[in-house]
């Protein structure tokens, strides 16, 4: 038998190469618009006006990242814990997944921007608040993903562990658990991303250091360079934790790497 | 004495009536199979035997006492193959053994050694994706067969293959099947398995499923690899019959 071929290994650095292009021409013009216009960087900053910025405030920079970091992932990694929680718990028992689903959905409703301000107003302008936040942003998708990936798991399976005489643990662990995985992953994917956001949106309202408050000084202060500099920062920010769950997936799942040979 | 048996059981599912007033028995090291159309309730009655349903009417012994739905000591194989795609073979093998509190080294232990005759040594660390169609279900069966318990329940445990690799596989179980002599309930509705596999065999109707007729199959082991005899053909050719006029009019 031949060496089986990975399904979604892709073709590494070759693979990325058009979207490299793609992002430095829109640089590129950016750069060459804004010296041909003559438009004042206070409107309009051009890209190396941006870099030289980033360079010469780096340490300011650096210093408002870290707490933007350590609320990101404080406040994700709570949402995940209380996620798994609450979906082992809705799992068990269908009576209370009726009972509190309808009350998960209305926090999704909830406008941040009502929501942000209120709970900085409760809980200071501290790690708390942002770490809630992130956390309530990013709560709901994760135990979605978690519940349709329970549901997700094959009934002929669970039978045939039945007819070994599993308990019901049994078959959480052992089948509706490694079933829910790839969705767990998904899910971690997507939250990471809303997770920074939130961060900085929550810094925005109220903190004493963070990216937010860079970008929010920066508009009061009309430094527009600034805040593309804190923007720049957080999408790398963003980047860089999205690689880090499709690597924890790739680690995690790696029985889907070996394709279907039937 | 009698494995199994099943007296007057009856059964509706959702106000379907599924099952009606089945009696069958298996004894201690015999091959039984039960032939039935497509949708008869072939798989309900797997089912019953399991513990996932329970019946309306009827009894069901084995061993003598009565069916302990937690505890009936079956070794059951679902109509696909059910092995877990994030488990290697070695560990879907061993998954019965695990459930029933068996280390996990001292299950693996046991089971090692019969990879050799389920064709499977050398795939034990493979996933489930990697295995053609037919190795899949050999490594299903070695699933059921290592849980070491008193009788096997295969649903359609062929079905799924071409018609070559059916052939093959067939032979090869009526191999293992003599070695091992494990009591066993198979499931087909393919004419010429049950016969070529079977001591006896009980045919279904239609649903509501009844026993319409029963079969014992006296002919010498082994029976594939060779050409069939007079007999088997008769037999397969009465089953048929039986299956085309008597199962109840077509839906
Ligand atoms: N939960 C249910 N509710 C209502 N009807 C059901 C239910 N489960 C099964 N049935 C019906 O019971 C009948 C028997 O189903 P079963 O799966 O036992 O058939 P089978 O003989 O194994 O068929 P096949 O050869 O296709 O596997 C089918 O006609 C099916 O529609
Ligand atoms: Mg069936």
Request: aromatic fraction near 8%.
């Amino acid at each position: 038998m031949q060496r089986p071929v990975p399904r979604h290994k892709g073709g590494g650095v070759a693979r990325g190469i058009p979207a490299v292009l793609s992002v430095a021409c829109a640089f590129a013009l950016w750069e060459i618009y804004v010296r041909l216009s003559g438009i004042s960087p206070l409107v309009l900053p051009a890209p190396s006006r941006v870099v030289e910025q980033m360079v010469l405030n780096r340490s300011l920079l650096w210093d408002n990242t870290l707490p933007t970091i350590k609320a990101t992932l404080a406040g994700f990694a709570l949402s995940v814990t209380v996620a798994f929680v609450f979906s082992v718990l809705l799992d068990f028992r269908p009576r209370l997944r009726r009972a509190l689903f309808p009350i998960f959905v209305v926090s999704q409703t909830l406008p941040l921007v009502a929501i942000a301000p209120l709970v900085v107003l409760w809980f200071g302008f501290d790690l708390a608040p942002k770490v809630l936040l992130v956390a309530l942003v990013t709560f709901f998708p994760m135990l979605v993903s978690l519940v349709d990936g329970y549901e997700s798991t094959d009934p002929e399976i669970e039978a045939l562990l039945f007819s070994m005489g599993a308990s019901r643990g049994v078959v959480f662990r052992s089948a509706r658990l490694p079933s829910a995985m790839p969705y767990f992953f998904a899910g971690l994917r997507i939250s990471i991303t809303y997770a920074v956001v939130a961060a900085i949106f929550a810094e925005y309202v109220g903190a004493r250091a963070g990216l937010g408050i860079v970008i929010l000084n920066a508009k009061n202060s009309f430094r527009p360079d600034l805040m593309l500099a804190a923007v720049v920062i957080s999408s790398a920010l963003t980047l860089v934790l999205f690689a880090l769950t499709a690597l924890l997936q790739r680690v995690a799942l790696r029985w889907r790497d070996f394709g279907d040979q039937r | 004495m009698s494995m199994l048996s099943m007296k007057g059981v009856s059964l509706a599912l959702e106000g379907t009536r599924v099952l009606d007033d089945i009696a069958l028995h298996v004894g201690a090291g015999e091959f039984v199979s039960i032939l039935g159309p497509s949708g008869a309730g072939k798989s309900t009655i797997l089912r019953l035997l399991t513990g996932a349903l329970r019946p309306d009417q009827g009894v069901i012994t084995c061993g003598g006492a009565p069916l302990d739905p937690r505890d009936h000591g079956f070794a059951f194989m679902p109509q696909r193959d059910a092995l877990m795609p994030w488990r290697r073979i070695i560990d879907n093998a061993t998954l019965g053994l695990e459930v029933q509190g068996v280390p996990r080294r001292e299950a693996r232990a046991r089971v090692l050694p019969l990879l050799e005759a389920f064709g499977l040594s050398g795939f034990e660390g493979h996933y489930p994706a990697q295995l053609s169609g037919g190795m899949r279900q050999r490594a299903a069966l070695l699933r059921t067969v290592a849980q070491n318990r008193s009788m096997l329940l295969l649903d359609e445990p062929f079905g799924a293959l071409d018609a070559l690799t059916r052939t093959r596989m067939q032979r090869w179980f009526e191999e293992r099947w003599r070695e091992g002599r494990w009591s066993t309930l198979l499931v087909t509705h393919d004419i010429r398995e049950a016969v070529a596999l079977s001591d006896r065999i009980y045919v279904l109707s239609r649903r509501p499923a009844r026993v319409i007729a029963e079969r014992a199959v006296p002919m010498a082991r082994p029976r594939l690899g060779r050409p069939a005899t007079a007999k088997a053909h008769a037999l397969e050719a009465e089953l048929l019959d039986i299956l085309l006029t008597q199962t109840g009019d077509s839906p």
